[in-house]
Every structure is written in structure tokens, then in C-alpha cells.
């Protein structure tokens, strides 16, 4: 595989990135495939090498009390460093295989900040 040249990895509306990178774990230019559930969520850290921690919220309605309360989901991602992903970056993260003990998803790449 030429080494300059990004993948598809067949999820419409995510475009390749211009960079290049040489991680093995990297959808586009590594061989990761990403299946499953992709969500959209926001960077809470990214300390750890190659790792992001990615944070989501949700609202869960109580029957009791009649109201929503917010929840959170917190997973970790591996990041390429193709992507360029920093702390309170909004991203699209996919499903892939099991990468450590921990990292089951991949950011695939960034999306621009929604105005509510």
C-alpha cells in the first residue's frame, strides 16, 4: 500500500485526511477496519500517547420525578496522529476491534462546533 496515499474506510462524509501518518492502528492509512456504532463527542483529554478520551452526554427521562436528568458516556479512542486531535476538539469516533484493554473505538475525524 503506498504509504502517501489515505484509504476509504467507507463511511459517507468523512473525508481522508491531507496528512500522513505511519500508525499501524490509523483507519486510513493503517489496516484498522471500522464497523459498528459511530457516535459524535467531544475530546476531554488526550494525555496518554496515542489515546483520547472521548466524553458524551445524554438525557435519561425519570418516570417518578417526571423530568431528564444528564448522564454521561466516557470511552477511550485511539487518535492518529494524522487527525491532529487536541483537548475540546468535537470528533466522530467508530467501533473497531479491541486495540488494548481499554481502546475499542478510533477517531475517524473532526466536526465543526454546532450552534444551539
Same mark, same amino acid.
Given at each position: ?44 483529554? #488526550?494525555?496518554? /500517547? ?8 445524554? $438525557?435519561?427521562? %425519570? ?5 431528564? &436528568? ?20 468535537? #470528533?466522530?469516533? /467508530? ?8 481502546? $475499542?473505538?478510533? %477517531? ?5 462546533? &454546532?450552534?444551539?
Amino acid at each position: 500500500m503506498d504509504e502517501n496515499k489515505a484509504r476509504n474506510i467507507g463511511i459517507p462524509g468523512i473525508e481522508s485526511p491531507k496528512d500522513t501518518c505511519v500508525d499501524e492502528f490509523c483507519p486510513f492509512h493503517g489496516m484498522i477496519s471500522v464497523r459498528g456504532r459511530t457516535f459524535s463527542a467531544q475530546v476531554a483529554s #488526550v494525555k496518554t /500517547g496515542k489515546t483520547a478520551v472521548v466524553v458524551w452526554q445524554r $438525557r435519561l427521562y %425519570v418516570p417518578k420525578y417526571e423530568r431528564f &436528568e444528564q448522564r454521561k458516556s466516557k470511552v477511550n479512542a485511539h487518535a492518529p496522529l494524522c487527525l491532529h486531535i487536541k483537548k475540546g476538539d468535537n #470528533v466522530i469516533i /467508530g467501533e473497531c476491534r479491541p486495540l488494548s484493554k481499554t481502546k $475499542r473505538f478510533v %477517531v475517524i475525524g473532526k466536526t465543526e462546533v &454546532e450552534n444551539k
